[in-house]
DNA sequence: TCTGGGGTCCTAGGACCC
DNA sequence: TCTGGGGTCCTAGGACCC
């Protein structure tokens, strides 16, 4: 017979980065602490108690806390750490659905006959995690994914919170709106000007009312969730839609140089990990910063997909002069950002039989073949010796005030394909 | 002395096709 | 001569999440 209870957990590192550098460095328990430096990548708690919090820029954090320090970040102990508390899940389920590198959901119905009740199970990880790697968690036990991920927050720091069947309501009506996932800065205040300030509230508004105020999906997906009446199920990997890279430049001049540099090093981020998926995408899309955040894009989607490095840096570099092209009173950019989508796989792609013009962006002509060649070699090389081993020549792009390669691993590692679940 | 890096999803208008 | 309704794809921008 199936457990009717509240069986889905929601397990979410609290100041995940922060926690991994106090752990590593009991100097920094207790106090305010900030990984990052430009930039707040992630702030302990007692920082957040004077409101530092990530993405802020790092001179506002020491506005605020004078007392905050900065640390450097061990980029790759998060990724262990991160890894390691995912195997500790799964030693109670195979049904984990890692969402970040720090989160992920658990279904324990199945499990309750060998571990005991949900509450039990998430009282026996958050002990495990805290004895076997140092590190706090925060358990949300619930009927449903988007509750659980609710009474996770709730439940933080350190916390754990049960929202047992039919206590739903009752869990969910005082807490304010933007608890809801989905509900960020803008959707708030559109529903504060409507005086909808508490998930009771929203819950009691009509649909019509939610979409005028938020548009058709929005609206009802939100309506969906207050009313708790969202029934996904906890499920393994989803595969990619999109893979992109940015560079932050601080604030420069446009020139041709600074285009042509930085799309190759963006591109020679992204290119390599579309052949290592094995797949190829037909929309390549650009992003070009302002100063004062003011940014534009510009896509085109090509006839056929692509993954070829140099390909991608010459698609990138025209869209970006196009961009520019609109924009005359915009002489200097702060950022460029690179994404390509519409992927398909790479078996698709050999099937095309060779093609006889001479477009070097077209997969199957001489030329096209030809770049090809070349990224398998650089990537063949650089799985032997490193990424540093060998690169491509305009990549001439420096990295001061950027972030560190480690940072961009992790990123990418955060959106990489999880594995699908171990049974089904 | 104003902001990192990697993603997802939605909207709205226009082109184009049948 | 002037015209419907439905569908798909593409583009640009924006909100949101970790």
Redesign the pocket.
């Known amino acids: 017979m199936p457990y009717e209870g509240a069986s889905i957990l929601h397990a979410d590192l609290d100041a995940f980065y922060a926690s991994v550098e106090q752990h590593l460095d009991p100097t920094l328990r207790g106090r305010p602490i900030a990984v990052g430096g430009?930039?707040v990548?992630a702030a302990s708690y007692e920082a957040r108690a004077c409101g530092v919090h990530?993405?802020?820029?790092g001179?506002r954090a020491k506005l605020l806390c004078p007392d905050l320090r900065f640390v450097g970040g061990h980029f790759r102990e998060y990724q262990r750490l991160g890894d390691a508390v995912i195997e500790v899940l799964r030693d109670f389920t195979p049904w984990v659905e890692r969402?970040?590198?720090?989160?992920a959901f658990l279904d324990v119905a199945g499990s309750v006959h060998l571990f005991g009740a949900p509450a039990a199970i998430a009282a026996t990880i958050r002990g495990r995690v805290r004895d076997e790697l140092g590190l706090p968690v925060s358990v949300g036990v619930a009927t449903t994914k988007h509750l659980a991920k609710v009474a996770s927050q709730v439940a933080k720091p350190d916390g754990i919170v049960v929202v047992d069947r039919g206590a739903e309501r009752a869990f969910l009506d005082p807490l304010p709106v933007e608890l809801i996932?989905?509900?960020?800065?803008?959707?708030?205040e559109r529903l504060h000007g409507a005086g909808i300030r508490t998930v009771g509230e929203l819950a009691a508004s009509s649909p019509s009312t939610l979409q005028r105020l938020l548009?058709?999906?929005?609206g009802t997906k939100l309506g969906f969730l207050a009313a708790n009446e969202d029934q996904r199920s906890v499920e393994g990997g989803r595969r990619?839609?999109?893979?992109?890279?940015?560079?932050?430049l601080g604030r420069r001049a446009v020139s041709r140089t600074l285009l042509w540099s930085t799309f190759a090093f963006v591109a020679d981020?992204v290119a390599p990990?579309l052949r290592a998926a094995r797949r190829a995408g037909?929309?390549v899309t650009v992003r070009v910063r302002f100063v004062?955040?003011r940014s534009?894009?510009?896509?085109?989607?090509l006839p056929w997909p692509v993954s070829t490095t140099t390909t991608i840096t010459e698609v990138a570099v025209g869209l970006a002069q196009a961009a520019l092209a609109d924009h005359p009173g915009e002489r200097e950019v702060?950022?460029l950002a690179l994404?390509v989508s519409?992927l398909v796989d790479e078996s698709s792609l050999q099937l095309e039989l060779p093609v006889l013009d001479d477009d070097p962006h077209r997969p199957g002509t001489e030329a096209g073949s030809a770049r090809w060649a070349v990224d398998r070699a650089v990537d063949t090389v650089r799985e032997r010796f490193g990424r540093a081993a060998v690169g491509y020549a305009p990549v001439v792009f420096r990295e001061d005030g950027?972030?560190p390669d480690e940072?961009?691993e992790l990123?990418?590692a955060?959106?990489r394909d999880a594995p699908p679940p171990d049974a089904r």
């Open positions: 430009n930039v990548l990530s993405g802020m820029p001179w969402v970040s590198i720090d989160e996932w989905g509900v960020g800065a803008a959707t708030r548009g058709t999906a929005i990619a839609k999109s893979m992109g890279a940015q560079a932050a981020r990990r037909r929309t004062g955040m534009v894009t510009r896509s085109i989607t702060t950022l994404s519409n950027g972030v940072f961009r990123a990418e955060d959106a």
